[in-house]
């Protein structure tokens, strides 16, 4: 297939990309110095590079490209509203048709209890209006003081000073001086890599009871709410024990601490249910949203509150002073209705649910018996394989962190499969629209991309 006319031959994208374009969480150094991968059209589950190499996203993109690409509806959605209305503002008592059809929509698709809608430009702002919502609505309870947010080491919540601060990244809080005040961190319920000689059973209830520690540290009538992402995506598609979310549940209703569940990878499908919070029985009052939301097609994220939270800072009166230009953007609402209808109309979720995930799960689960990997645990099409030496022990390798890791995503890379590696661990997040052959053929790429970080491993006298 001829790639694009006019397409620039790639080291001349390569060397002006280094000499203008910084890149997000990237050492520029080392990028220059060997150059990007150029990715130049995409369609279904597929990618094309600037050399003509087709790759096969086992990522979604980031997270993110959910109903896979190509889909000329959204794309239709959004060229219509542009030229019908392409801007305005939802500040000054004014709406629009889009922002109303897709809260409304999503008040539906949400559960029980959450019909309200704030929009954000992306899932970081969105967190950034979780921290100042739920400090705003404890003001409005006659809580001022009701204040500090508690969330876990190795979260993400996003990379603006609220978003990082929320997260538990230690890199990202020493660029910045965070987290800002009154957020604190307790351990992740991360038990291949943290749960020692215990169960998973037994370290879930363990770690979700360091959040009963920390609210009595700090006083009850100082914390407002409780942030965690169902499955923590970045930090490794951590999955935490059955015990783990319905103990936080229980705590956080006996001290009366808002639940945030942070569902901007999980939502809309991720783990075979609409929202994570389904999969792990959670009931939050607040759910931040993006990525799935629009299938990545245009920027959007935004907050789902329930009717409590909602309701009660609206019954006190006064302005919320907080909210964004593009609040509830007009081609990016549009966009996000049109991938909501696609996985509404097409029963995604569902087929996720029955055929693809537990599709999926037998293969990745074979996979766990590589010599390699110490754990292959997934969620719906949300996994992690986590590498090892010994798999008995779950031990670490005798390297720097990441050092097998990165030999796997290259590898991964070299054999047409997009996937990504965090610390030692290779994790996948296809689009939802992935098809069993293309299940075989992930799962064909993986277990090459194992023998071969295998056998360099080996090598290098680490495995
Ligand atoms: C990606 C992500 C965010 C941040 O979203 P952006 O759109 O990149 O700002 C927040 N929370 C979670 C769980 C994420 O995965």
Redesign the pocket.
Known sequence: MTLMPNLQPTEVLQQRDAAHHLHPFTDTQELNAKGSRIIVRADGCYLWDSDGNKFLDGMAG??CVNVGYGRKEIAEAAYKQMQQLPYYNTFFQTSHPPAIDLAERLAELAPDGMNHVFYAG??????DTVVRMVRHYWAAMGKPDKKVIISRKNA?????MA?ASLGGMQAMHEQGGLPIPDITHIDQPYWYGEGGDMGPAEFGLQRARALEAEIERLGADRVAAFIG?PVQ??GGVVIPPETYWPEIQRICRKHDILIVA?E??CGFGRTGKWFGSETFGIEPDLM?I??GLSSGYL?I?GVIVSDRVAEGFIASGGEFNHGYTYSGHPAACAAALANLSILQEEGIVDQVANETAPYLAEAWKQLGDHPLVGEARISGLFGALELTPDKANRAAFDAPVGTVGLIGRENAFGNGLVMRHVRDSMIISPPLVITKAEIDELIDKAALTLDQTYKAAQEKGLA
């Open positions: 980031l997270w992306s899932g970081s702002d969105a967190n993400y919540h996003g990379s603006t978003g992402e995506g970045a942070d901007v990878i931040p993006a990525k920027p994220g």
